[in-house]
């Protein structure tokens, strides 16, 4: 059949299959355990691959799921960074909670990397890059800059080159997973007072 009288379940199937055959020769040097593992996926890979939701582009950089993107760096700590921002974390138990303040921030990792030489950062947040970077600007500048004022270079929050800054270290994921990725934080937090509501009206009653 023509590509052009193809209908379009079929052509889903013979791309999939075209994929599945490079999965195949891509692992064709592998370790067996890793071959045996991909003949048993091979049936779901084959569904999955044809999914109609794929990542796309978070603006400068970084993916983009549904309505969450994604934020990866690594930088350079400062000579005494390491232990300052340490020390910081661990009087807040651990837990950065001023970013709370940015309403549109999932979760923040800290990692300190390479004998304490490296930090990784990253975080996911709703929408798109330059106004997430902005929200941080406009709502916790001053927490920002205690944070990063470890790291090697940092301009500072409110630098008009903090974006370039950012984008220069940061590293876009080649695969992501969001479980729930059409759900921003503020659905969650509704979905939260539901869910408490009904549990505190079941108890009233119950």
């Known amino acids: ?14 791309a999939a299959a075209a994929t599945m055959q490079q999965l195949r020769e891509a692992y064709a040097d592998a370790p067996e355990v890793g071959r045996a593992g991909l003949e048993t996926i091979i049936g ?13 582009s978070a603006g400068r950089a970084g993916l983009r799921l549904g309505k969450v993107s994604e934020l990866t760096i ?12 340490r020390t910081l974390l661990d009087a807040l138990g ?27 950062f990253c975080t996911a947040y709703d929408g798109d890059f330059d106004a997430y970077i902005d929200d ?7 927490e920002m ?40 934080v503020a659905d969650g937090r509704r979905a939260e007072k539901v869910v408490k509501a009904v549990d505190e009206f079941l108890d009233s009653v119950g």
Request: net charge neutral.
């Open 145 to 184: 800059d205690v944070v990063f004022c470890n790291v090697e270079g940092w301009p500072g929050i409110r630098n008009p080159g903090i974006k370039d800054w950012i984008v220069k270290n940061q590293f876009t994921a080649d695969g992501w997973y969001v479980a729930i990725p059409n759900q921003t």
């Open 136 to 142: 941080f600007a406009t709502k916790i500048p001053a």
């Open 44 to 56: 779901d890979l084959a569904g999955r691959v044809t999914a109609p939701l794929r990542t796309t």
């Open 94 to 120: 651990g837990n950065f909670s001023a970013a709370e303040k940015v309403g549109t921030l999932h979760d923040m990792r800290f990692v300190f990397l390479e004998n304490d030489t490296k930090m990784l």
């Open 74 to 85: 690594i930088v350079d700590l400062a000579p005494g960074g390491a232990k300052r921002l």
């Open 1 to 14: 059949m023509a590509p052009e009288t193809m209908t379009r379940p079929e052509a889903e199937k013979n």
